[in-house]
C-alpha cells in the first residue's frame, strides 16, 4: 500500500525546488504524510501478561515460583543442601515443563496433520 502511493505519486514538486534542503524537507514531509497515512501508530498495554505459553496451567506457574524462591534461598544461604535441592526441583520442573509442551501441541495438532 505505502509502495503502490509512493509510485503513483507525482513527484514534480520535489524535483523543481530550487536547493537542496527545501528539496529534502520537501520530500521528508511528503513522505511521513504517505506513511503516517499507511502505517499509523497502534499503542499498545505493556502491562498486560498475556500467557504466550498456553501449556503453563496454574499449577505450573506456581512450579516455576517455587524454583524462583527455591533459587534465591540457594544464593542467599550458599549451602550444599539448599544448592541440591534447587538443582532437584529445577530439573524435575525442566521435565515437566518439556512434556506439557509436547503434549500440549500434539493434541492441538493431532488431527491436523495429514
Known amino acids: 500500500m505505502l509502495l ?20 529534502h524537507s520537501t520530500f521528508h514531509c511528503i513522505f511521513t504524510k504517505i506513511f503516517n497515512i499507511c502505517c499509523p ?26 524454583k524462583n524462591n527455591l533459587n534465591k534461598v540457594c544464593l542467599n544461604c550458599r549451602s550444599k543442601e539448599a544448592e541440591m535441592k534447587y538443582k532437584v526441583y529445577k530439573n524435575k520442573l525442566i521435565t515437566i515443563l518439556k512434556f506439557s509442551e509436547k ?6 495438532y493431532k488431527y491436523k496433520i495429514i
Open 4 to 23: 503502490n502511493r509512493l509510485r503513483d505519486l507525482d513527484w514534480t514538486e520535489v524535483t523543481n525546488c530550487n536547493g537542496v534542503n527545501t528539496a
Open 41 to 66: 501508530n497502534i499503542r499498545t498495554n505493556a502491562n498486560c501478561k498475556s500467557n504466550h505459553k498456553l501449556w503453563l496451567i496454574q499449577g505450573l506457574v506456581n512450579a516455576c515460583k517455587k
Open 103 to 108: 503434549q500440549y501441541y500434539g493434541n492441538k
